[in-house]
């Protein structure tokens, strides 16, 4: 078995079969073209979060950052639970047993972090009701997976990184998608691709984007890229 993190950044041969045309052009009219900028309910645009000179641990900021955006959705739970909540996923992100607490530096990268988000879903998703880290059954030799945030009808996924969109992210939620709407848990017609740290989104029509890329209509797509997965002989016989 392996996991979607995996499938998207290894297995080119793969890749190259199912989605001929996600390439490097492709990736590069992507992010020049395809970007949109959060902006605040008041009209102006939402400026990016450098990362911070004092700071290391930008995988704990990211998470803490996502913990305490969903506390907007989840009254339930508080701050504090929010950021021990965190701090167990890092650590086990790491094989830890425990890490150390954020300091404040991290804390404060964390809350401006924070804010866009809450910009984000006051202006682009607008009232919706979401669900945060959807389970997504896998098939064949994936593994099941979890995503980051989804409404009844797009698939949001996070990347919190000072860069533009690589391939495999793009991969990754190609691979949710696939596997989601395959399994019928989910109906999602649109997908989107946060960056809390530059302050931006990708959007798009789940049609659009593998029709497009793979050359076939969406369900061939889904069903060709499912059956892939499930052949027992090794389909995915070499990581490069």
Same mark, same amino acid.
């Given at each position: 078995?392996i996991?979607e993190?995996e499938?998207?950044?290894?297995? &080119?041969?793969?890749w !190259?079969? !199912?989605?001929?045309?996600?390439?490097?052009?492709f990736m590069? =009219?992507?992010?020049? !073209?395809?970007?949109? =900028?959060?902006?605040?309910?008041?009209?102006?645009?939402?400026?990016? $979060?450098?990362?911070?000179k004092?700071?290391?641990?930008?995988?704990?900021v +990211?998470?803490?950052?996502?913990?305490?955006?969903?506390?907007?959705?989840?009254?339930?739970?508080?701050?504090?639970?929010?950021?021990?909540?965190?701090?167990?996923?890092? @650590?086990?992100? !790491?094989?830890? +047993?425990?890490? @150390?607490?954020?300091?404040? &530096?991290?804390?404060?990268? +964390?809350?401006?972090?924070?804010?866009?988000?809450?910009h984000?879903?006051n202006?682009?998703?607008?009232?919706?009701?979401?669900?945060?880290?959807?389970?997504?059954?896998?098939?064949?030799?994936?593994?099941?997976?979890?995503?980051?945030?989804?409404?009844?009808?797009?698939?949001?996924?996070?990347?919190?990184?000072?860069?533009?969109?690589?391939?495999?992210?793009?991969?990754?939620?190609?691979?949710?998608?696939? /596997?989601?709407n395959?399994?019928?848990?989910?109906?999602?017609?649109?997908?989107?691709?946060?960056?809390?740290?530059?302050?931006?989104?990708?959007?798009?029509?789940?049609?659009?984007?593998?029709?497009?890329?793979?050359?076939?209509?969406?369900?061939?797509?889904?069903?060709?890229? $499912?059956? +892939?997965?499930?052949?027992r002989?090794?389909?995915?016989e /070499?990581?490069?």
């Amino acid at each position: 078995m392996i996991s979607e993190r995996e499938l998207a950044q290894y297995f &080119h041969s793969f890749w !190259q079969e !199912q989605f001929p045309l996600l390439n490097p052009s492709f990736m590069r =009219r992507y992010n020049a !073209q395809e970007w949109e =900028r959060v902006h605040a309910p008041e009209g102006y645009p939402i400026r990016p $979060v450098p990362p911070g000179k004092n700071i290391e641990r930008f995988d704990l900021v +990211a998470e803490l950052a996502f913990e305490w955006a969903a506390l907007a959705f989840d009254p339930g739970t508080n701050r504090e639970a929010a950021c021990q909540a965190a701090l167990r996923r890092v @650590a086990a992100l !790491q094989g830890s +047993a425990e890490i @150390a607490a954020p300091t404040s &530096h991290e804390i404060a990268e +964390a809350n401006a972090l924070c804010d866009t988000y809450h910009h984000f879903f006051n202006t682009v998703i607008k009232g919706s009701q979401l669900r945060f880290r959807p389970l997504i059954k896998g098939a064949g030799l994936l593994n099941r997976m979890e995503g980051d945030f989804c409404s009844e009808d797009t698939l949001f996924e996070v990347k919190t990184v000072n860069r533009n969109l690589l391939s495999s992210d793009l991969r990754q939620v190609i691979i949710y998608l696939v /596997a989601g709407n395959h399994s019928r848990e989910y109906a999602w017609k649109r997908y989107c691709i946060f960056n809390p740290r530059i302050g931006i989104y990708f959007d798009g029509e789940v049609s659009d984007l593998l029709g497009y890329l793979s050359g076939r209509t969406p369900p061939e797509c889904i069903n060709s890229v $499912v059956d +892939a997965l499930m052949e027992r002989e090794q389909p995915l016989e /070499a990581k490069f």
